[in-house]
Nanobody, 124 residues
Framework: QVQLVESGGTLVQAGGSLRLSCQASGRTLRSNAVGWFRQAPGKERVFVAAISWSGSSIDYADSVKGRFTISRDNAKNTVYLQMNSLKPEDTAVYYC?????????????????WGQGTQVTVSS
């Protein structure tokens, strides 16, 4: 069993930066793909970014390409989401999720383990 805990969410002004962390416990994430998703109020949860177990395969939603960077440190059992040039429309609860296989996916139903989420609010 894997437990995931997100951190780093806060209130930030438009144009600012944040780094979210997803810390895993219970067992290593070395063989798991990890994804970040977000859910804005009244909207569905949507894909943000995903990274394969080795970090060699990465995918981003079009809305965050060039602004967000996903990375992982398997020694620390942690995955990061660096968010730059933040916009008010990035406001959401951000969730990390781990799949039971090596390659990432933009589909939420392919992830087995989920964190509780961290709130990111971008003010205009």
């Amino acid at each position: 069993q894997v437990q995931l805990v997100e951190s780093g969410g806060t209130l930030v002004q438009a144009g600012g930066s944040l780094r979210l962390s997803c810390q895993a416990s219970g067992r290593t994430l070395r063989s798991n793909a990890v994804g970040w998703f977000r859910q804005a109020p009244g909207k569905e949860r949507v894909f943000v970014a995903a990274i394969s177990w080795s970090g060699s395969s990465i995918d981003y939603a079009d809305s965050v390409k060039g602004r967000f960077t996903i990375s992982r440190d398997n020694a620390k059992n942690t995955v990061y989401l660096q968010m730059n040039s933040l916009k008010p429309e990035d406001t959401a609860v951000y969730y990390c999720a781990a799949a039971d296989y090596a390659l990432g996916s933009p589909h939420a139903n392919e992830y087995k383990y989920w964190g509780q989420g961290t709130q990111v609010t971008v003010s205009s």
